[in-house]
């Protein structure tokens, strides 16, 4: 019976916890203290890393940012030119599970694919992930992210490219989409003006990485003749949130190094 009694008074115990709505407290600290990292589940360190990808930004370029950000040692391959071989090979052994790329390998033992779970696997074992009672704005932000760059994807790499509908994205779709994401992020003012959770997360680089290619996209320097976009002058949110990110000290300094690949255009406009 003593022990029946026991067990009762623990159940209502950790029943009234979790309904005075502290559980998220509790689980996040025992998770610090358990592994010294913040976030949903963390996870172990993933030790180095070899990225495989082309010599392009493309999808790799958000992974490349956290790895930069957390101080994780990383080597990339290649395969801009020998891809059609390496995936027969790397599809047959399992490397390259879809057929696709970017993959990571890592001497943890872990090898993963498909450029946001890589994204998020990262945030959790680098303190980066989001709070669990956020993951559902973590999954809705980084699928917005992913709906844009479809959006994006559809003039890019079109072999038919022109400047015309560039000018034609850039003035009509993309500040619809803009004005979607300056609903969600951070107030302005606010010092630690993170999209999640209040602090830097996986999906903040995703993010990044996205305006970053949004800003290039719009300003189009390699090519003399087009128009200059100002994509976020409307957006001021955006703005900020994007210069507090290309000023943090690792992003900052990975931005200007050699170590960054060049913005490229998958093809030529053909009105100019």
């Not at 309904?19 to 998770?31: H, T, V």
């Not at 004005?179 to 990044?208: C, H, I, N, Q």
């Not at 100002?230 to 949130?241: A, I, N, Q, W, Y």
Request: with cysteine; proline share 4%.
């Amino acid at each position: 019976m003593a022990n029946l009694q026991v067990v009762f008074v623990v159940t209502a115990a950790i029943l009234a916890f979790y309904y005075s709505g502290k559980a998220p407290w509790l689980s996040k600290k025992i998770n610090y203290l358990l592994t010294g990292k913040t976030g949903c589940m963390p996870v172990q360190d993933v030790g180095n890393v070899t990225l495989h990808y082309f010599s392009v930004r493309g999808r790799a370029e958000a992974i490349r940012l956290i790895m930069q950000e957390a101080g994780i040692l990383y080597t990339e391959r290649d395969f801009t030119h020998t891809w059609d071989e390496a995936k027969k090979k790397g599809t047959a052994s399992g490397l390259y599970p879809f057929g696709q790329l970017p993959v990571i390998e890592t001497t943890s033992g872990i090898n993963l694919a498909q450029s946001h779970t890589i994204m998020h696997y990262l945030g959790r074992a680098t303190g980066m992930d989001c709070d669990c009672e956020d993951m559902h704005m973590c999954e809705m932000i980084a699928q917005g992210v992913e709906d844009l760059r479809a959006l994006t994807a559809k003039v890019f790499y079109d072999p038919n490219f022109t400047l015309k509908s560039r000018d034609e994205y850039v003035t009509t779709k993309l500040p619809q989409w803009l004005g979607y994401f300056e609903r969600l992020a951070p107030p302005l003012g606010k010092v630690k003006g993170f999209f999640v959770s209040e602090r830097l997360t996986w999906v903040d680089f995703l993010m990044f990485d996205q305006l970053d290619s949004q800003i290039e996209f719009g300003r189009l320097d390699l090519i003399p003749k087009a128009t200059k976009f100002d994509v976020l002058s409307e957006f001021p949110k955006l703005r900020t949130f994007y210069n507090h990110m290309a000023t943090r000290p690792a992003i900052a300094q990975y931005l200007k190094s050699n170590q960054r690949v060049a913005y490229t255009l998958r093809f030529m406009p053909k009105d100019v």
